[in-house]
């Protein structure tokens, strides 16, 4: 999965004060703020969660805005995403001690009794419960305790964009100052009610998941230990969920999952994902968030070769390594070379290809010639950016009790090599469409008028003049003037 893939997509809400967003709010509303770290499938549960709350008669308020309810959505793919989680859960406890702050995701899964020990948490919900987060709400009987629910993560369930019948849970309520609470898992697909993935701030573009939990136990990666093993969303649950988002006004798909290109439900892969998703009227784009190498179907090259295909041509393929000892040693399931064919295969086959990667810098016993190796490789592949975080070693993967670890300053000094050159990279990518018309999606416009959005192989076009009617879930043509930072500027042709 990308690691970062929230840079890679950002969700398309706008930025408000707190007052602001609460302007205007039914006071008789109880209200609910969420706080997501880390990669878009937690985006795209957070908005699962959201609507479960609006459901619920919550009146649903953007980040730090004053609310009776905060739920974080926790990350733990590295130890500055557990440190990002406790420095926020304090934050909130600051702003509001009497608010309720629900703690839900991977670090809860991965460690809930450091978190039900920060002043203020009253619900620690793991990976596999956290979507009936609104049921064990409804279990808090007071601020001085602290419900954790954590039961094992179970192979055959799956805790996508479902939200569960209200039906009263059988739990087992323990008046402690930590409570756990062990339960029977419902099956995925016995008794979940569906229900979308969008909120009112979100009405462009949006994740449809389609998978969770990974099975490649790659060396470094927590995940599945935090996820889960992979399983797979049952194809009419999500193809319900696909035609309610269109209808809601949705413009793009973006098909999400931890390991998408491993889907498989019968006889259905991501390619009938994809096919079913480019017969839905009203839909403009599907975009695959992000995909391993390794896992790709090549008709996905076809397909976005083909102008009137949905699929938009963007592949961000993770690399981690450009050196085979390394790779070997991360337990990836390819070496520089296949990734490299395959890399100049997509590129060869899609025109304007836009193909993203993540890297890992630092790995225990990552030399200076391997290092070198994954720089020489990035610098020739056709790449147009790349992600780039540090190894962090987690517990409980074979990485953490490598001995030769790498210290902090040469993983910083190696990162800082890479961004510049994914800085360098991006912008030659950008270049080579300079001059073009290109359609964009247009998805923010913030109070001074600026608007911005995406073109289908990912650059992000900034409108270089003021436009006074709304343009937001419009695709239009606007003509690439001229770079900016990390974006381009566009005119409308008639401007
Ligand atoms: S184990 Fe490997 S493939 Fe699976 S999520 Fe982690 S990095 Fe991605």
């Not at 999965?1 to 709010?25: H, I, Y």
């Not at 990976?127 to 279990?139: C, F, G, N, P, V």
């Not at 899609?350 to 890992?360: A, E, F, N, W, Y």
């Not at 080579?432 to 109070?447: A, C, H, N």
Request: with cysteine; charged share 25%.
């Amino acid at each position: 999965m990308s690691l970062l893939s929230e840079t890679a997509l950002p969700p398309d809400s706008e930025t408000f004060t707190a007052d602001e967003l609460n302007e205007g709010q039914e006071p008789a509303k109880k209200r609910v703020s969420f706080h997501t770290l880390g990669c878009r499938l937690n985006q795209s549960e957070t908005g699962v969660l959201a609507r479960s709350f609006e459901q619920q008669g919550y009146a649903v308020v953007p980040d730090y805005a004053r609310a009776e309810v905060y739920v974080l959505n926790t990350c733990t793919v590295t130890e500055h995403s557990d440190a990002k989680n406790r420095q926020i859960i304090r934050k909130l406890h600051r702003q509001n001690p009497e608010a309720i702050i629900a703690v839900v995701g991977c670090y809860a899964q991965i460690d809930p009794e450091a978190i039900a020990k920060i002043e203020g948490v009253s619900l620690v919900i793991g990976s596999e419960e956290k979507m009936r987060i609104t049921d064990y709400l409804a279990q808090i009987d007071s601020q001085n305790t602290v419900l954790i629910v954590r039961p094992k993560i179970n192979k055959t369930t799956f805790t996508a964009a479902v939200i569960p019948h209200s039906s009263a849970l059988s739990t087992q309520k323990l008046r402690k100052q930590t409570k756990t609470i062990e339960r029977d898992v419902v099956p995925a697909n016995s008794t979940l009610q569906f229900s979308g993935t969008t909120t009112s701030h979100q009405s462009t573009r949006t994740s449809l998941k389609i998978q969770d939990g990974c099975d490649f136990m790659c060396a470094f990666c927590i995940i599945p230990f935090a996820r889960g093993r992979s399983r797979y969303r049952e194809f009419s649950n999500l193809q319900e969920e696909a035609r309610m988002l269109v209808q809601e006004g949705i413009r793009e798909i973006v098909i999400t999952g931890v390991n998408v290109g491993t889907y498989k439900t019968g006889k259905r892969t991501l390619v009938d994902v994809v096919d079913f998703l480019n017969t839905l009227p009203g839909l403009s784009r599907i975009r695959i968030s992000s995909i391993e190498p390794t896992t790709v179907p090549e008709l996905l090259f076809q397909y976005m070769s083909d102008a009137q295909h949905k699929l938009v041509p963007f592949f961000h393929l993770p690399l981690q390594s450009g050196s085979d000892i390394i790779l070997q040693k991360m337990k990836r399931r390819y070496s520089a070379a296949e990734y490299t064919d395959e890399i100049w295969r997509a590129f060869e086959s899609v025109p304007d290809l836009c193909i993203g990667t993540d890297v890992m810098v630092g790995f225990p016993e990552e030399s200076e010639t391997e290092f070198k190796s994954t720089l020489k490789l990035l610098k020739k592949l056709p790449l147009a950016y790349f992600h780039v975080f540090p190894f962090s070693a987690r517990n409980g993967t074979p990485a953490f009790k490598m001995k030769e670890q790498v210290p902090p300053t040469v993983k910083q000094q190696r990162g800082e090599k890479l961004r510049l050159l994914s800085t360098k990279k991006r912008r030659v990518f950008h270049q080579k469409f300079l001059g073009q018309s290109r359609e964009v999606l247009w998805e923010s416009m913030k109070p001074d008028g600026t608007i911005s959005g995406y073109t289908d192989n990912y650059i992000r076009v900034v409108l270089n003049e003021l436009y006074n009617s709304d343009l937001r879930n419009q695709l239009l043509p606007v003509r690439l003037k001229e770079l900016k930072g990390q974006t381009i500027l566009g005119k409308f042709e008639s401007g």
